[in-house]
T-cell receptor, first 114, second 117 residues
Framework: DGGITQSPKYLFRKEGQNVTLSCEQN?????MYWYRQDPGQGLRLIYY???????QKGDIAEGYSVSREKKESFPLTVTSAQKNPTAFYLC?????????????FGPGTRLTVL | AQKITQTQPGMFVQEKEAVTLDCTYD???????LFWYKQPSSGEMIFLIY??????QNATEGRYSLNFQKARKSANLVISASQLGDSAMYFC??????????????FGAGTQVVVTP
């Protein structure tokens, strides 16, 4: 079955540690996105990538980093510079950023900083 | 500035009744798309329906329909014959075609729907 997988589902981190959230898709989609969701709020864009080895900052990129070495993978690193990292993180992809194509989402990773 | 506004933080609806979720948007881009997503308590976002700015007819998808009023910049989602499984958070989102070439979606704050027996 095609889809987007995110791991882990739950992640606990101590303050000062970097953590990496995994996002993999087998939909052969070109574009991938990372969103952050805080309780009772909508999604805010962290980073996005249109092609391999290229990515752009979204609205709230500070304290985060990404890589896109393979088309199917778009990991997100939450660094110690992120002041309030506890949130729900969603990865998404779309077949092409051109055209009005819906984004498909993964199941999400819930990050808690202890 | 907020581009997508969902003014209803939460709603209760009885099973089998219809419910309308409000969404207004702000854009100067003549070409844009509006998307509705459902987020159950599990967290995954599920695409429901899409309306393009140049579409002449309101979009429909099963029990979901979109009341698109372009002049008022509103794109309200109508869920007919509500079911218990419709209880979820619903998000309206917009993609601006000319001002954004990266396919970014801008989301509203969402509306929590609770369907009661």
């Amino acid at each position: 079955d095609g889809g987007i997988t995110q791991s882990p589902k739950y992640l606990f981190r101590k303050e000062g540690q970097n953590v990496t959230l995994s996002c993999e898709q087998n939909l052969n989609h070109d574009a991938m996105y990372w969103y952050r969701q805080d309780p009772g709020q909508g999604l805010r864009l962290i980073y996005y990538s249109q092609i391999v080895n290229d990515f752009q900052k979204g609205d709230i990129a500070e304290g985060y980093s990404v890589s896109r070495e393979k088309k199917e993978s778009f990991p997100l690193t939450v660094t110690s510079a992120q002041k309030n990292p506890t949130a729900f993180y969603l990865c998404a992809s779309t077949i092409s950023p051109q055209g009005m194509n819906e984004q498909f989402f993964g199941p999400g990773t819930r990050l808690t900083v202890l | 500035a907020q581009k997508i506004t969902q003014t209803q933080p939460g709603m209760f609806v009885q099973e089998k009744e219809a419910v309308t979720l409000d969404c207004t948007y702000d854009t100067s881009d003549p070409s844009y798309g509006l998307f509705w997503y459902k987020q159950p308590s599990s967290g995954e976002m599920i695409f429901l329906i899409y309306q393009g700015s140049y579409d002449q007819q309101n979009a429909t998808e099963g029990r979901y329909s979109l009341n698109f009023q372009k002049a008022r910049k509103s794109a309200n989602l109508v869920i007919s014959a509500s079911q218990l499984g419709d209880s979820a958070m619903y998000f309206c989102a917009m993609r601006e075609a000319l001002t954004d070439s990266w396919g970014k979606l801008q989301f509203g704050a969402g509306t929590q729907v609770v369907v009661t027996p």
